[in-house]
């Protein structure tokens, strides 16, 4: 799906895909609202999902989202996610209906130790913790794909020709009708702040 984005979007008809957790998920919603974006946050079987906009997936988009879980993880190699995995397989649903995603997240080299203290045994760059399913999904699927590194304090694109992420100049664009608006529950103050100038410079304000 890359390079397949409208020259001119209707502004007044935006959805943004997401989980509901709180963090990085509450902050794409509640700031979106405010400039009339719409959320789906979607959820899998769990009580203590508590947006106002919750989506329950269907059967079928869980077990879909569980194999693009076992795929992510072929290229990420971590231990232990089948515990979680009601959490990871709902994440699928964010990509798969959306055609760019936005994640507020800290980038993990291959071989280096993440903010949570495990080295990355990926032959790629990962993004941390259960926000790395999510972009690595996006990636397998050919999503336009931007990260906000909450350490770098930058924007950054995910390369499809060199198969890294490549640091931006200026903040990315909302380009499409319907994008992921994803990250880390660790959210700091600058990672609140990239959301508020997504949608700013989205909406041109």
Same mark, same amino acid.
């Given at each position: 799906m890359i390079d397949l984005f409208e020259d001119s979007i209707d502004l007044k008809n935006i959805t943004?895909?997401?989980?509901?957790?709180?963090?990085?998920d509450s902050y794409w919603e509640s700031i979106g609202a405010r400039f009339g974006v719409k959320t789906r946050a979607y959820s899998y079987q769990t009580k203590y999902h508590t947006s106002p906009n919750k989506v329950e997936i269907s059967d079928g988009d869980y077990k879909d989202g569980v194999n693009e &879980? +076992?795929?992510?993880?072929?290229?990420m190699d971590r231990f232990g996610i089948n515990k979680y995995m009601n959490l990871l397989a709902r994440n699928w649903a964010q990509v798969k209906y959306?055609?760019?995603?936005?994640a507020i997240g800290t980038i993990v080299d291959s071989g280096a130790k993440s903010p949570k203290g495990y080295y990355s045994k990926a032959k790629i760059q990962t993004v941390d913790g259960g926000t790395g399913y999510a972009v690595m999904?996006? &990636? +397998?699927n050919l999503r336009e794909v931007f990260v906000f590194d909450q350490i770098k304090l930058k924007w950054f694109r995910w390369s499809y020709s060199t198969m890294s992420f490549i640091e931006l100049k200026e903040t990315p664009k909302i380009r499409t009708q319907n994008f992921a608006g994803i990250g880390t529950r660790e959210i700091t103050a600058d990672g609140i702040r990239a959301i508020e100038e997504v949608y700013q410079k989205s909406f041109q304000l």
């Amino acid at each position: 799906m890359i390079d397949l984005f409208e020259d001119s979007i209707d502004l007044k008809n935006i959805t943004c895909h997401s989980g509901g957790a709180t963090g990085s998920d509450s902050y794409w919603e509640s700031i979106g609202a405010r400039f009339g974006v719409k959320t789906r946050a979607y959820s899998y079987q769990t009580k203590y999902h508590t947006s106002p906009n919750k989506v329950e997936i269907s059967d079928g988009d869980y077990k879909d989202g569980v194999n693009e &879980i +076992n795929k992510a993880n072929k290229h990420m190699d971590r231990f232990g996610i089948n515990k979680y995995m009601n959490l990871l397989a709902r994440n699928w649903a964010q990509v798969k209906y959306s055609t760019q995603v936005f994640a507020i997240g800290t980038i993990v080299d291959s071989g280096a130790k993440s903010p949570k203290g495990y080295y990355s045994k990926a032959k790629i760059q990962t993004v941390d913790g259960g926000t790395g399913y999510a972009v690595m999904m996006a &990636i +397998n699927n050919l999503r336009e794909v931007f990260v906000f590194d909450q350490i770098k304090l930058k924007w950054f694109r995910w390369s499809y020709s060199t198969m890294s992420f490549i640091e931006l100049k200026e903040t990315p664009k909302i380009r499409t009708q319907n994008f992921a608006g994803i990250g880390t529950r660790e959210i700091t103050a600058d990672g609140i702040r990239a959301i508020e100038e997504v949608y700013q410079k989205s909406f041109q304000l």
